[in-house]
């Protein structure tokens, strides 16, 4: 009877880390998503004055690729975060499927010290007391 005892509780303890781990990646993700919306948001927008300011400058009859310059690396900049913040989304992935086969042991090593908080700029883990983002420098209440 302590065996079928026993592999109720197992299972039981697999189905809980299994929701902390999932419901751990779904925030995560969520707030990585959030950002990289931003980030798509913001390259559309320079794409766009970009897109003006060389019909404005072809209107007038020449094309000065100087001060259009520093718009297009603002969108390479842009892109770079893009694709740092989907290879984030993907490592989330990752770590919640390597919690999830190594039970609960790697949820526990995956998941953030008790108090630790999320910036709400940037997605990133900042300890619990702390004020300001140790990542990109935002306040954190």
Not at 91 to 100: G, H, T, Y
């Amino acid at each position: 009877m302590a065996g079928f005892f026993d592999k109720v509780k197992e299972s039981l303890d697999k189905g809980v880390t299994a929701a902390s781990v999932r419901s751990k990646e779904m925030l995560e993700t969520q707030q990585v998503k959030s950002k990289l919306g931003g980030f798509q948001d913001q390259k559309r927008s320079a794409l766009e004055v970009l897109g003006k300011e060389v019909y404005d400058m072809m209107a007038v009859g020449g094309l000065d690729p100087e001060p259009l310059r520093a718009r297009v690396e603002e969108i390479t900049s842009l892109d770079q975060q893009i694709a740092e913040k989907e290879q984030e989304l993907e490592q989330i992935r990752v770590r919640a499927e390597e919690a999830l086969k190594g039970g609960g042991a790697a949820a526990s090593a995956a998941a953030p010290a008790a108090g630790t908080k999320f910036c709400p700029s940037c997605g990133g883990q900042v300890a619990g007391g702390a004020k300001f983002c140790p990542g990109c420098g935002s306040k954190v209440e």
